[in-house]
């Protein structure tokens, strides 16, 4: 089992920014394809960003040019940066991690975009 500690959400206002960190002690943490899904009410949980290696990424449409993923293999932990939110993207954010065919996922961070 791998575990996933998400920190970083909270309430911002629209424009504001925000980084999320996922921490995990896994020692496959740098083969790992991590990711960062969201989840609205109502919604099905979508896709945000991943990233393999140290740069290949990939975004959503709705997170290109406005979000930025990275890792710190030697600290285990990937980031999600925020920047001009907006209240769209209200949503609890998930941590997600593709190690050797399996599939692990956090607890989840609310990330709430509101004046």
């Known amino acids: 089992q791998v575990e996933l500690v998400e920190s970083g959400g909270g309430l911002v206002q629209p424009g504001g920014s925000l980084r999320l960190s996922c921490a995990t002690s896994?020692?496959?943490?740098?083969?790992?394809?991590m990711g960062w899904y969201r989840q609205a009410p109502g919604n099905q949980r979508d896709l945000v960003a991943t990233?393999?290696?140290?740069?290949?990424?990939d975004y959503a449409a709705s997170a290109l040019g406005r979000f930025t993923i990275s890792r710190d293999n030697a600290k285990k932990t990937v980031y999600l940066q925020m920047n001009n939110l907006k209240p769209e993207d209200t949503a609890v954010y998930y941590c997600n991690a593709y190690i050797i065919g399996r599939e692990f996922w956090g607890q989840g961070t609310q990330v709430t975009v509101s004046s």
């Open positions: 990233i393999i290696g140290s740069d290949s990424t």
């Open positions: 896994t020692p496959f943490f740098s083969i790992a394809k």
